[in-house]
C-alpha cells in the first residue's frame, strides 16, 4: 500500500487499470473522471448501471474495495494502492454477456425458477448456476483471511453530552449552541468535511467557513468525520461505522452513548419514475451538483433537465458555468421517458425528442428520517411531501432542520418542490427556519433568551453533569479502545 501527500495527486488500482486520484476523490469521482460511465450490472438483467444519486442512496455503484464485497464506491474515499474490482460482470462491465438475458426477460417474470423447474433433481441442477447469475457479488474471504488482509479493528466507546448527527448547516448551529451551553458534544457527520450541501450548493445564506471556524474553535465538540451512523437504539446509544480512510487507519465500529441526542440528516433527493430512468447518464441534480462542485467534473456535454421553476433555473445556470450545453427544461408531466441503448442519448417527451447525453432529475426531496424511526416513532404518510414521516419522538431525541416534520415552512419547502415538477417550480433548498439555533426561534418567537443556567437546567439538566465536559472539553469525553 502506497502513501501519498495530502496535496498530491495519487492512483488506486481498478481491475488492472491505473486509475488518477485528486486529493478528496471518492472512489467512483476518479473513475468517472478516467472516463468509466458502467460501474454495475443490474441484478436480473444485467442492464448497465452508471452514477445516479452520488450518496449511497442506490444500489448503482456497488464495487468490490481490498476484498471487501458491494462497497457504494461514491462514498468511499479513493486512497493510494487501493484494489477496486466490478462484480457481477462478465467478461466485462462495458460488454456483459449475461446482458443477453435481456432478450428474454418476458419469459422469466418474477419467481419464475421456482415455477418452471420442479421436476425433481432438475432444480437441484440449476440452482448453482441460477445463483451464479443472479448474486451482486463473490462471499467475503473467511474469518481467517480477513483478519489476515486487515490485522486491525477497533472497537471504540464514546460518552457525550449531546450527540448531533448530520453535518449540515442545522446540524452545525445545533452543535454550536450544545456547545455554548457547556455541554460536550459529538457531531457525528459521514463527508469528509463539514458543511452538507452547502458544500457543493452555493448559497448566501450561511457562510460554511465562518460556521467550520466556528466549530474548530470550540474546545467542547469533537467531530467524527466520514462516520456514517446506522443506529439509534435503547438508551441513547448511537451505532457508528468508521471506514478505512488512509493506509495507517482501521475501521472502526463506535458506540456513542449521549445524554441528548439530536438528529439533523437532512433531506435526499428521491428518483422520478419515468421509462428507461435508469440508463447511464440519468442522474439527480444532487448528484451532478456534487460531481461539479466537489470533484470539478462536467458529467456531460448536453444536458436535459427533468423538472421547473427556480432549482431548474439555478441547475442550467451551474451546468452551462461547468461548460455542459442545456438543451431544455421539461416538467415531469411531459416526460415520456429516456432513450438509448445502455446509455443516453435523447429524452422522449410528449412534443419531441431532445438529443442529449445527460438527464438531469430534479426528484422531490423526502427527509432522511431513518434514525428518528428507529426510536419507535410511528410512521404517517405526508400527502404534501410524499413522504412517511416520523410521529412523536422520546424525550431525549430531538429533529432539526430540514428532517424535523412539524415545521410549518419545512412542510411548505417539500410539498413546493413536489407539485413544482408537475407545475414547473421547483425551489432550492435553503437553510429553513427550524435549522436555526433554538435561541433564535425563541427571539423570533418574542420569548426572552434564556440565561446559560436556565437552558443548563431545561435543556440537560442538573443529573447530566456526568456527560458534561469540565475545563477540558471534548478532550475529556471519555475514549475507549476495546
Ligand atoms: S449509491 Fe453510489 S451512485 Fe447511488
Redesign the pocket.
Known amino acids: 500500500m502506497g502513501t501519498a501527500k495530502a496535496d498530491e495527486n495519487f492512483s488506486f488500482i481498478f481491475n488492472t487499470r491505473a486509475i488518477r486520484a485528486r486529493p478528496g476523490d471518492t472512489i467512483?469521482a476518479a473513475m468517472f473522471r478516467s472516463g468509466i460511465r458502467i460501474f454495475t450490472r443490474s441484478f436480473k438483467n444485467h442492464r448497465p448501471r452508471g452514477?445516479?444519486?452520488?450518496?449511497?442512496?442506490?444500489?448503482?455503484?456497488l464495487m468490490n474495495v481490498d476484498g471487501v464485497p458491494n462497497v457504494?464506491?461514491?462514498?468511499a474515499q479513493a486512497r493510494p494502492g487501493m484494489e477496486v474490482k466490478y462484480q457481477n460482470a462478465f467478461p466485462s462491465l462495458d460488454f456483459d454477456l449475461l446482458a443477453a438475458v435481456q432478450k428474454f426477460s418476458w419469459l422469466m417474470p418474477v419467481g419464475w425458477y421456482y415455477k418452471t423447474f420442479t421436476r425433481r433433481g432438475v432444480w437441484t441442477a440449476v440452482e448453482p448456476w441460477i445463483r451464479k447469475a443472479a448474486g451482486l457479488a463473490e462471499p467475503p474471504p473467511t474469518i481467517d483471511r480477513i483478519a489476515d488482509r486487515f490485522p486491525h479493528y477497533e472497537h471504540v466507546n464514546v460518552h457525550a453530552g449531546v450527540a448531533v448527527v448530520g453535518g449540515g448547516p442545522a446540524g452545525l448551529s445545533t452543535a454550536l449552541d450544545a456547545a455554548a451551553d457547556n455541554a460536550s458534544v459529538t457531531l457525528i457527520d459521514n463527508q469528509p468535511a463539514l458543511g452538507g450541501r452547502l458544500r457543493y450548493t452555493p448559497s448566501e445564506e450561511a457562510n460554511l467557513p465562518e460556521l467550520v471556524g466556528r466549530i474548530q474553535a470550540q474546545d467542547n465538540i469533537e467531530v467524527l468525520s466520514l462516520s456514517n451512523c446506522f443506529g439509534l437504539y435503547e438508551g441513547n446509544l448511537l451505532g457508528v461505522f468508521r471506514p478505512r480512510t488512509t493506509p495507517d487507519t482501521t475501521e472502526q465500529l463506535i458506540h456513542v452513548r449521549a445524554k441528548r441526542v439530536i438528529v439533523a440528516t437532512g433531506v435526499y433527493e428521491a428518483p422520478l419514475l419515468f421509462e428507461n430512468n435508469d440508463l447511464v447518464g440519468v442522474m439527480l441534480s444532487s448528484?451532478v451538483e456534487r460531481l461539479i462542485g466537489l470533484h470539478g467534473i462536467a458529467p456531460g456535454r448536453r444536458a436535459a433537465l427533468i423538472g421547473g421553476g427556480a432549482t431548474a433555473e439555478r441547475l442550467a445556470s451551474r451546468l452551462r458555468e461547468a461548460g455542459i450545453e442545456v438543451a431544455a427544461t421539461v416538467p415531469l408531466g411531459q416526460v415520456v421517458g429516456a432513450t438509448g441503448s445502455g446509455s443516453v442519448n435523447g429524452l422522449q417527451t410528449k412534443d419531441s425528442r431532445i438529443a442529449c447525453d445527460l438527464i438531469v432529475v430534479c426528484g422531490h426531496l423526502v427527509p432522511d428520517a431513518g434514525l428518528l424511526h428507529q426510536t419507535g416513532a410511528k410512521l404517517k404518510w405526508d400527502e404534501a411531501k410524499g413522504a412517511f414521516l416520523a410521529g412523536e419522538l422520546p424525550a431525549n431525541v430531538t429533529a432539526v432542520g430540514d428532517v424535523e416534520q412539524r415545521q410549518p415552512k419545512s412542510r411548505q419547502h417539500h410539498g413546493q418542490r413536489l407539485r413544482d415538477l408537475y407545475s414547473g417550480g421547483c425551489r432550492p433548498a435553503g437553510v429553513s427556519r427550524e435549522s436555526r439555533s433554538p435561541h433564535s426561534r425563541r427571539r423570533e418567537s418574542g420569548l426572552p433568551r434564556r440565561t446559560r443556567r436556565e437552558s443548563r437546567q431545561v435543556r440537560l439538566g442538573p443529573q447530566d453533569d456526568v456527560f458534561r465536559n469540565g475545563p477540558g472539553g471534548a478532550r475529556q469525553n471519555r475514549l475507549e479502545r476495546d
Do not use: D, E
Open positions: 467512483a452514477l445516479f444519486c452520488m450518496t449511497g442512496k442506490c444500489p448503482n455503484c457504494r464506491v461514491c462514498t448528484a
